[in-house]
């Protein structure tokens, strides 16, 4: 019974959440690797390309709620997020056609690439900030839990309550559909395997008839969709405010990083690492070792390792591990 | 020629300068002459390493907020009670804190390659860690309950505020090489990241560690290198100057404080920017440039490559905490809450780029020219916003709402600057020779 | 005479706008034929066959194909016109399957690709039994044949292979020339760099010996073999 308790209470406050936000950093991270992999540069661009599609979707979601369209006990965000995913992606191949695609031309470094994005960023924000302003805006609607700590407490009998958010489930619930489908382009169909040669081989690719325009085109519409879900995923799940967005920049390379810059698989286990390390090492045990640990060995303290102010300082320590001792991240990435 | 042209962009950033001293205020243009020489500074480090070495740092706000950081910890009183209260025991958390790291050092070296290795290292790091805040915890716990409305944190040197300026620079060059240490021998991508994750991690340490310089509730009222404007008011003798001269004695004292402090920064700009350009022309400085544009023949020519690196990397973090030290002075407080990544790390990547990279010139063209932009964007917008929307309806929603989103409009703009001089001057406007 | 299937003619040029290292070479194979290109290190073995393909800028002469100057063409549109080229070092894609490595070879095809591949497993049957393996992790000699079997893909009408068995061991070496000859048997000229002089000799129809970017010797494999100053030069007496 005690184990059982301790168990409840690691998955509420410690499992749950990291899945949910380890979801989400994989979405993100999957897009900054495959911008990796195929356009070979760090896109700094991509948290303000999260906020942009994420903004889309909030603005037709108010649209569609002062109509009166709403999505039963799920959020009305997800019947606009195929409006943001649009939103977005248009976006991005505006951006290629009138910035990246010139660089490209011209085979320019990748880290003036970099830079580029970085001129890219501070307009993506702007633009976000001048359309919707800087604060934090409300968008979520439809059921707020799938379990209730009381309604599990009581059809378990169990002393702690195990509370899941509606928004949790829909997160690893759509995240995994998004990643399945990816998987399946990127594996089964003639222009996903196209880019993965492509990231692999370019001038073999180029040799093969690949049209690199095209793989370009295709990646930005993937990398505008992931990053417009994985915004809204976070926005349902958090709230929705433009510079949280920027701020995500950092756990997301970190986890695209700690995979393997530019394998797709590695940025999915690296998003879950961070997640984890992230909530696991900025949670106080205190509860759920009281009820491990026998009587006499239970902490006085919190246990707890950081502080949650230092979030963002787990994910630069495993980033800076990996990269020291593993530099091309847990699963074999491009980067050397 | 090419220095006529020089020379006439100069001048035109003067002529806006004095532009909006005419059209605005004295007060603001000197405002923005002082920041602008602050930037200046700033652009001065990142382009020593960006456009000396090519090393890709974004964690510029990080060396600027240390540079802050020394302010407080060289100008402000030492809090005696605070000190007799945790001192000791924070300096015991400090040394446990360098042995544990010695020895997880020591286990790594010691014990061989695989699976042990990970687990020693691990045991060792996290029991380490354990004592550590075994320690520290409660000597925190007692400096921050010595008078936590006014000060709760161990004070500082109580030393003029001038000395903090060096001492910035030694505080953000440490912080370097730590830094340069693990990361520079990574790509140019992962340097990136480790920079800008160091610069968050420093700005969450000066927020939350209260005892330190008292986190988000800021430290106000700081030493000042130069007069009060309160004591120049009440100085007959100056009030009869600025009578004399057709000025009211608050505006004058505003002013003589504001060109006192350009006077100061002028002559650090003036030494940083002499020693710059001594050093770009050195042997040191060619070899740098050496590295920079082909590192394989350079490493294969016998240049120990990731040295240089790391000698640069500090140099040029050390004068962003120069400039950092010197912003908190013109500030007169230190608020960590107020630093973010995009003013103090991009706006200074806009101003090395658009100034023109290698060319320390061109940074410090770039420090000026960008912040005046940065500030006169907004006044600027209001002006076209309004008349843009003069043709709707006074209480029209739209309308409201383009004249209140005017003050995001500066980022748009920042970047926009950005990607069309690297499309169309992709040398900056003072390219490098 | 009339004129061979795929020539490069008085070729001259160099790789962008640096200095020519071609100075009209001819290199010509025709069908049926394996065609080979031998010399000394830098005589410019590969800078002629890379001319033939189109990736340097050939200044004066000109390529034709059956007959139509293709001088002017990108590598990609040559590829559209029928020639395979198989590149010295990088030509596989490692990270995914041989299978799937035939399939991007025939990506610029939209018909029914399967046949081809059956045809493709045959000549390399090794090939079929490691179709869902990784290329990057077959060895040196398997991957040449991942490399031969993707440019088949497309159905070339000739095929280009530049030092195919470059670091591998002689025992791979001559399964490597067999698989060669059979390419050839089923009707596609092949025109190859060697730097194994006396064993690609032996299996050409044709020989061009280069010496700084210019003819030296041209006939048939066997005529080279025997020629008293071919011998002398480079092949070691």
Known sequence: MEFLNGFVALSNFVLVPAIAYGSQLALGALGVTLIYGILRFSNFAHGDTMAFGAMVTVLVTWAMQSIGISFGPLPTALLALP???????????????????????????????VIVSMGVMFMMNGIVRVIIGPNEQQFRDGERFLIKAREFKNMTGLDEGLAIKSTQAITVVTAAIAVALLFWFLNKTRTGKSMRAYSDNEDLALLSGINPERVVAVTWIIVAALATIAGVLYGLDKSFKPFTYFQLLLPIFASAIVGG???????????????FSEV????????????????????????????????????????????????????????? | MERTKNIGLFAIVAGLIILTGMIQSWNSAL?????????????????????????????????????????????????????????LGLIAALVVGILVIVATGITIKKLPAGK???????AVLVGGFFLYRAVFDPAVAAIEAINPALQGNIGGLGLPILLAWPIGGVLAAGAAWIIGKTALGLRSDYLAIATLGIAEIIIAVMKNEDWLARGVKNVIGLDRPVAREVDLQQSAEFVDKATQWGFDPVTASSLYVKFSYSLLFTAVLVVLLVMAQLSLNSPWGRMMRAIRDNEVAAEAMGKNVTRRHLQIFILGSAICGIAGA??????????????????????????????????????????????????????????IMTIVTSGMAEDSALRLHLLDSVAHMRLFTMGLILLLVLRFSPRGLIPEK | MSEPFLIGDCMTGGYGNGPDILHGC????DKGEIAVIVGPNGAGKSTAMKAVFGMLNVRDGSVRLDGEDITSLSPQNRVVKGMGFVPQTNNIFASMTVEENLEMGAFIRNDDIRQTMEQVYDLFPILRDKRNQPAGELSGGQRQQVAVGRALMTQPKVLMLDEPTAGVSPIVMDELFDRIIEVARTGIPILMVEQNARQALEIADKGYVLVQGANAHTGSGKDLLADPEVRRSFLGG
């Not at chain 1, 090492?281 to 509860?287: F, G, P, Q």
């Not at chain 2, 002082?34 to 456009?51: D, E, F, K, P, R």
């Not at chain 2, 000396?52 to 030492?78: C, E, H, I, Q």
């Open chain 2, 31 to 87: 405002l923005i002459v002082n920041m602008g020489l602050i930037s200046a500074i700033m652009a001065l480090g990142v382009n020593l390493q960006w456009g000396f070495a090519g090393l890709f740092n974004v964690g510029v706000m990080g060396f600027v907020a240390l540079g802050g950081l020394a302010t407080v910890l060289v100008s402000s009183d030492p809090v005696s009670e605070a000190w007799a209260a945790g001192g």
């Open chain 2, 116 to 122: 042990m290795r990970l687990i020693g290292a691990t």
């Open chain 1, 83 to 113: 409006f943001g995913i649009a939103g977005a992606v248009l976006m991005v191949l505006m951006t290629d056609k009138m910035v990246y695609k010139f660089y490209r031309e011209k085979k320019s470094k990748p880290v003036i690439l």
């Open chain 2, 326 to 383: 010197m912003m908190t002075t013109l500030d007169g407080q230190l608020t960590p809450g107020t630093y973010q990544p995009l003013r103090y790390t991009f706006l200074i990547w806009v101003m090395v780029i658009v100034g023109g990279s290698g060319n320390n010139f061109g940074a410090v063209l770039g420090g000026f020219l960008i912040w005046f932009l940065w500030v006169q964007v907004e006044p600027l917008g209001q002006w």
């Open chain 1, 280 to 336: 696991m090492i900025t949670y106080a045990w205190k509860k759920v070792l009281g009820y491990w640990l026998p009587d006499t060995l239970e902490p006085s303290g919190l246990v707890q390792l950081l502080s949650t102010d230092y979030k963002f300082a787990v994910s630069f320590m495993i980033l800076i591990v990996v990269l020291l001792f593993r530099p091309t991240g847990l699963f074999k990435g491009k980067a050397y």
């Open chain 3, 26 to 29: 001819t290199i010509a194979v």
């Open chain 1, 261 to 275: 810059l530019g394998n797709p698989l590695g940025a999915i286990a690296g998003g879950f690492v961070v997640a």
